[in-house]
Every structure is written in C-alpha cells, then in structure tokens.
C-alpha cells in the first residue's frame, strides 16, 4: 500500500511538472498569436509524441467571431489539425493552408461544439521526443 501511494505521489508529481512546462511554453511561444483577440479561460494543453493524435470538444457562441490556435513544440515537426462540426463534417484542414499559419479566424451563426483534432506527425528518429501542444480560444467582443 505504501509502494501504491509514493507511486501515485510520484507520478502526480511528473504531470505537475509536465504542466507547468506546458503552462511556461504557452505563455512564452503562444500567446502573441492571439493578438487582438481576449483568451477565453480555458487552458488546453498536452505533451505529446510523434504519431499522437489528440481530440477536444469546445463550444463556440453565436455571433462571435474568434480565433482557434494550434501552438507546439518545434521538436514535434509540422503539427497539423482539423476541426469538424457536430455531425463530423471537416470544416478546417491545416494541411490545405499555409504551413507557417498556426490559427484559423472565423464567425459563428449559430452556437455549437466543434471537435478539434490535432495529429503530431511521426518519425523515424531513434530518440522519440516529447513536446506540448497547445489548443487557444480567443474571441473579440
């Protein structure tokens, strides 16, 4: 039981550490993207590795106009996204745009939930590195 709790203690420790790696990046490498734009208060944040896919539901309102960044790590290569409606239609594709734009600005009609999903491409590197990946909101009032 004591061998289960210092485990536990330690792992919580490493996802700590992790985030606030994560949390440090962010502020450092990201946040100057959103310019013009209020960051909305969700912090949304992975370390990922080459070949991860990764998935989030977020809830956009009508009539506002925002902006969806996708910010990573340069050691994870040319990370890519999509975002899909509800229903799973692909209403953005990052690798039909411009490599070097990591945001996509857009209006909302109506309120919904789009489902971001961002894919760290692999590589055949005998040293697999980890880095963050960070999804931002911002929206203009």
Known sequence: MKHTIILLLTLGLFATNADAQCRSFTKKNCLTELEGYIQNDNYNSAILIPGDEAQLMLTFLAGQEYRLLVCSHPV??????????????????????????SYVDFNMETTQQLQVQVHVPET???????????????SKS
Do not use: W
């Open 76 to 101: 994870l290569g040319d990370v890519t996204y999509e975002i899909f409606d509800a229903n799973g239609k692909r209403l953005f594709d990052s690798r039909k745009n411009e490599p070097e734009i």
């Open 124 to 138: 055949r590197s005998a040293i697999m590195h980890e880095g963050c990946v960070t999804v931002l909101v911002g």
